[in-house]
Structure formats: C-alpha cells, structure tokens
C-alpha cells in the first residue's frame, strides 16, 4: 500500500536532518584505505556502528572450500581478503511487514599513484556537490546510507517493522565471494536492495565478468645476441591482441541480448595490469598481465574461460617463442554470471514510488556492463534484487567523486522504500 | 721484447698451480649478490684483498657534478650506485717496464626470478667445465683473474716491473660512470686490459649504448566504461612499434661502419622492464617501460637520444590519447658511445704472442655489439685498451657461466702479458 504523503514528508525531512551526520559518518568510511585484504579496521568500525544500533551481530569468515563448490564460487588467489564478513540484524518488535536485506562492499580498489588525485585519496573532500575520495562513490555513500535510513527513521520515533538483514561485505571487487559467503551463511530476504553507485537509477540487468592472469616465461638472454633470445613483454603483445580478436567477436553477439542492444560495448575486456623483466639491457625472460573480460547474462563463465584458452592457445601456435614457451593461464578471481532483474516485481514498484517521491522523476532502469553483488541473490535466491544508489564519476578512477545532492535523494528513496517495504512501527 | 720461452713455461706452470685458489677467489666473488647499488659488500671485501697484497690503496666515490659536465658522463637516476670504487696500485721496486691499468666491474645484472635458475644463482656450482652463478662470467672470472696474474708471479718471486693499477668499478652494467670517475680521478696507463667475458678475443670495436624510460600517464575509469578511458598499457605497445621502426633503419646503416659487416643485426633495441596498472578492472592509467639501444662507434649518445624522441613524438601525433597524454622520456642510464681498437699497436701485439703461447692457436678479434668500459680509456685517455677474456654463456640469463678451462688458458695470456709489457723483477 503506498505510503501516506504527510508520513513520507516526515521521512524525507528526517534525512534532511540527519544528513550532516551521514556525510560524517561517509568521511569515517572513506578514511579507511580498504583495499583488497585491507579491510580488518573498517569492518571493526562497521561492528560497532551497527552494535550501537542494538542489532544483533554476526561476524564470519569466507568458507573457501564451500566457496569453492558452489557453482558462484570464484577462485581464492594468494591476495584474496581474509577480513570477515559483518552482518547486523534489525529485528522489530512485531513482524508484521516484509523481509529485506540490504548489502553493500567495503572494499576498495587500490588508488594509484597519489600524485595523479588533485587532493589525497584517503582525505575526504568536499567541493560544492562533489564528494571526494578513493570509495566515496563505489561504494562507501551507499553504505553509509544504509546507517542514515535507520537513524533517520529513528529521530522521527520509527523502525521497519520487519526483520532487516544490514551485510557489510568484502570481495566485491574481485570475486564476489562476500556477497556469496552471506548466502551461504543462509541469510535471506524477500528483497534486497544494495546502495550500489546507480545514479538514482534501477539496474535492469548487468554482466558476468571473469579474471584471468597470463604468465609468458622465456629465455633471457645478454641484449647483444638478442636475436637468440625472445622478449616476453613483446610476445604478451601478440596475446593480447588476440584477446581484442575475441572481445570484438563477443561484442557481435550482443543481438542474442536484447537488453543490451543500446549500451555500445557490453563485452569489455581489460589489460589492467602488467609486469615483466628487471632491467634494461637484459632481453625480459618474464612477463605477466592482469585481465577482465564480461559475459552477457545467461552465459556460464566456463564458456569464456574455454573461449580464453583458445585465443591463447591461438596466439601460441603461430609464435615460434611462445609455442615453446607456452603461456599459463591462471584464474585469478571472479568467475561470475550477469543477473536480470525480471520487470514487474512487486519491490521494483515500491522502489519505483519511493524514487517519485523522493526525487519528483519517474524511476528508469539502467543496463550496467560491470559486476554486482546482486547476482548472488538473483541467481541462487531468486528474489528481486534492487541495485540502486547514488550518482558518482571516476569510481576506479582518479578523483572519484560523488554528488551530495544526489546521495540525499537516493538516501530519501531508500528510506521510503523501507517504510513501504517492511512497514515502520514505533521504537 | 718476445719473452723467454722458459720463463713463459714457468709463469703459466704458476698460473697452473695457483688455480684452485684462483676458482675459490671467483667463488667468494660470486657469493656477494652485488647487485646494482649493493656493491659495498663485496667492494670492502675486494679492498682486504688489494691491501693484504701490499698494494697502495685509494678509494673514492662518484662525483656527480663532475661525471655530469663530462662528455662520457651518464646520467645520474634514483637507482644509480652509491658504492665507492676500490684502486689498488702495484708499485714496482724499479720502473723499468711500461705501466698498466687492469680493469675489472663488480657490479652485475639482476638474477630475475631465481625458480628460473637450476640451482641458486649466489651459490657458485662447477657441474664439469662450467662455472655457474649470476655474474660468474661477467665479470667476476676476469675479476679474480687480476688477482690470480699477481698471485701466479709471486710463486715464482716474481713481480710487475712497472706500476699497475688495478680498478674494482661499479655501475658497468648501466652508465659507465665507475670507469669515467677513475679517468676523472687521474689514472693514466700505457695500456689498459680489462678481463671481460670475450671468449679469449680481442674485442675490436663495440657500440654505444642509450639507456631511456618512457612513461606514458593517462585517463583512468572502470572498465564498464573502458571507452571513455584510454589504456596506458596498450598505448605503449603503440610507442614500442614506432621504436622498433627506428631499431630496423639504424640497423640499415651498417654500411657506414665497415666494421660491423659480419654482424647480423648490430644496433639492437631491448624493451627491458614494463610495469603498468594496478587492478584487473580498472582501466590502466600509467605504464612505465625501461629500454636499451645501441649506437655505432664514432655516433653520438645526442644522435640517437634525438631520434627516439623524434619516434615517440610520431607515435604521440598518430594516437589520440597519446596527443592528450604526451609520454615522458627519461634518461635513466647510458649515454656513451662505442670505441674501436685501431689495429696495429704494440699492446694488441704483446697480447697477442701472449694468447699464442698461452692457447696455442692465435688470437682473433671480435665484434661486440654491447657497452665496454673500455671506451673511456680508447676515447678520452687515446691508450691502447685490451678487452680480453674467458669463455662466458648466458651472461644476464638464468644459469649464467663460464669456462673453467678458458678461464685458465685466459689467465695464463694475462701473465704472459704483463710479464712482457711490464717485464718483471725479483719480489
């Protein structure tokens, strides 16, 4: 039943109010540089923050061999986190409204060099309606978020009158293996919505991605007889242009996937990260790259993995060096399918009131060709999943940034959504 | 003066008898991982060894200033060498002879991923013939075999009749500027030998050598929108084509330099070192690569430092990103240029009848397509310069060595010749 206007204006002027302190508390997060392993210190601050709310706690740890056997498991690499999982549980007085979980990921991907930000990452700062800081916008402003939904809730005398799931996860951005950790873990909902950065939109539906790391080992030798040697970091040249030969033919594919039929280059695959020889004049004996490839929904990732092998068994064989040398291929992190939120859903229309009400815009749905957590949910729970947030720019970038106004609305139509959602009891 | 065929019998007959120890000094050598910067070590060790043999002992630092307003002087970068040069000089009782200055580096290459290594690259292993360790061949074997010349006379109360330097430098194998500051410091020789791995053959002439680093800075985003960013690391590869254009028409030029028509492919280009990105799935936003290329003698360092940044310029015009993001060139090493050995001298002839009888079989030149320390004493002092040694494979490889045999026969030429050229007198 929607919500009645004059308890909604009491909502959205409790965030209004409540505001300044979730910017505060969004500053506490974005100072903790949580990079992938990094996340032990905020996940104690995230505990307390949530034990102060009177939720009850949970606190676990990745299961790596159920991991590993659940077919959304992704691989556990040497830098894969050991952090926990933190999950505090809003339990009302009655239960007479719907269940909902509500997620977001902690960690963060490494900022680069500092010099390139205009002021340093792990130093909130803000400039008119922009908010910066490695995370701020992916995803710490939804995070936070989902705190002010309750405190704001609580200045006005309220609490969702149903049991609320708050999951604070790692390995969102390289394996999802939090985010399933917490299924495992059996925690479920009737809806989940995660403040992801959206832009105040709905995502319709979003890719599967897989990792993947290329080794070429060669023979080195003294740069003066180069011709008897080979250069590794020239031959991983010729993989990776067969890896762009495979993204472009996946890219052709795209008529199979109506949704994606407007987003130009679904299929993007990533040369992210490269290491090879030690020094000058020494012809490089060794070189390793670091890549991401998506895959459209509904694709198993084995499909591509096998795709993957056979471009660099391609590249191989037409490589003198590499034929006798040849590359190793390692998975070194997500191995996941795309999701599809199905249109119709009842928590789509909740959310879809609550954005009009809280925005004054209808809500319109975006295709996201990057991975969400979401998939966890919509592929092994099979509830709707709602990934929706605020606008932010540059996230992986440097200056990422988020806007403020735009967190102040998506926070107003979380908390609409709640109320609507799990219905609101007295304190 | 040709030298008396039995005392030649008896200085090689001591070379003979001092071998054993001759191998054990190599291997203390070649236990110090005297890597570029961490030289102290084994300079120290190298200083015991000249003082204990009653050598007047001088030890100095580079001078930066000085090697910078110097023609032969290389650029100066974070990671150049701190270590002092270690001088020993030999003063006979009368100057009778002609003055010499042996030479030897004590710096080596990186020994790469040691799993690469048959066994442990600073544990010296004899498997038959070879010798091996990382730097065994270059040029810790000829290093000792300073030592070993002296070492041999005096079993037979033997000594050089003349002063003979000898110089333990540093910072061979990336700017030349140990051999400049020991010209800069004011040694002078009639000649100059220096025990490079040469496979016991008088080098005739070698290249110059440019060291550069080119980094290339640009747009960062998440790869869901790789379109909008542009990738550093597949932007260099654009750069390395250009730089392998400009390798192939300095490689065309050989009919310039009649004494390079033998070798195949004289000038060549290493692409050494590459480090770029930080995160599969963000769009790389630098990339950092070390190469090394090489000039014909009688070239300038300016020549070739002003065609690779006509290459990278071109590259820049030709690529959009490249035209908002122009790379960086760095100097970061070598600037020298290569020298020849002219025919005909009196040193080259004592060497000469001095490889005779030490290996029976007369004593070819080479063409060394690599940088020699060599060239500071050929192009600024004008002496004669020696570079002659053992047998040496897969100097800057996995499983570098050398010839245990060659070395000897190596040694046994260095005795003969500095008993002719120096001649000799009761200790």
């Keep these: 039943m929607p919500l009645d206007a004059a308890l909604a204006d009491k909502i959205l002027k409790a965030v209004d109010e409540n505001f300044a302190d979730q910017i505060e508390f969004t500053k506490a997060l974005v100072r903790y540089p949580s990079r992938r392993g990094e996340e032990n210190a905020v996940q104690d ?13 949970d606190r676990f740890h990745m299961d790596e061999e159920a991991i590993k056997r659940h077919p959304g498991g ?14 505090g549980i809003h339990r009302p007085k009655q239960e007479t409204g719907r269940s909902l979980i509500m997620q977001g990921h902690i960690d963060i991907v490494p900022e680069g060099p500092t010099a390139m930000w205009t002021s340093p990452p792990y130093e909130p700062r803000i400039d008119g309606d922009w908010f910066y800081g490695r995370g701020s916008g992916d995803m710490k402003a939804g995070h936070a978020s989902m705190f002010a939904v309750f405190d704001a ?10 049991t ?30 995660i403040p992801e950065p959206s832009g105040e939109k709905v995502t319709r539906t979003n890719v599967g991605v897989v990792w993947f790391q290329i080794e070429v080992a060669g023979f080195p030798v003294h740069v003066r007889e180069a011709g008897n040697g080979q250069n590794a970091i020239e031959a991983a040249f010729g993989i990776i242009k067969k ?10 594919r795209v008529g199979d996937n109506p949704l994606f039929k407007d987003t130009p ?22 070189c390793t790259f670091d890549c991401r490839i998506a895959i459209f929904p509904g694709e198993k990732p084995e499909q591509m993995m096998r795709a993957i092998e056979d471009a660099v068994a391609k590249a191989t064989r037409e490589d003198r060096f590499l034929a006798n040398n040849p590359p190793r291929i390692t998975w070194n992190g997500f191995t996941t399918e795309g999701y599809v939120l199905e249109p119709g859903s009842e928590a789509e229309a909740v959310l879809g009131r609550a954005h009009q009400t809280s925005t004054g815009t209808p809500l319109t749905a975006q295709v996201l060709p990057a991975y969400l957590d979401g998939r966890v949910y919509a592929l092994f729970d ?38 609507e959602w799990c219905g609101l009891e007295a304190i």
Tied chains: 1, 2.
Excluded at 243 to 252: D, G, I, P, V
Excluded at 384 to 389: A, D, E, Q, R, W
């Design 45 to 57: 601050f995230v505990f307390r923050e949530m034990k102060t709310r009177g939720w009850a706690m």
């Design 74 to 87: 992704s691989p556990f690499s040497a830098e894969h986190s050991k952090a926990p999982i933190v999950v």
């Design 153 to 162: 809730l609580k200045r006005i005398g309220l609490q969702p009158a149903a």
């Design 164 to 193: 609320v799931t708050v999951q604070s996860v790692v390995e969102e951005e390289s394996t999802g293996n939090g985010a399933l950790q917490c299924h495992l873990q059996g925690y479920k909902g009737e809806a989940v919505i």
């Design 243 to 252: 890896l762009r030969e495979l993204e472009a033919f996946w890219n052709t």
């Design 265 to 286: 280059h679904p299929i993007n695959l990533n040369i992210g990260k490269i290491k090879g020889g030690d020094w000058a004049s020494s012809v490089p004996a060794w």
């Design 382 to 419: 099979k509830i709707p999943t709602l990934n929706y947030g605020p606008y932010c720019e540059l996230a992986h970038g440097f200056d990422e940034r988020f806007s403020i106004a735009s967190l102040k609305r998506s926070t107003g139509t979380m908390a609409l959504f709640v109320a």
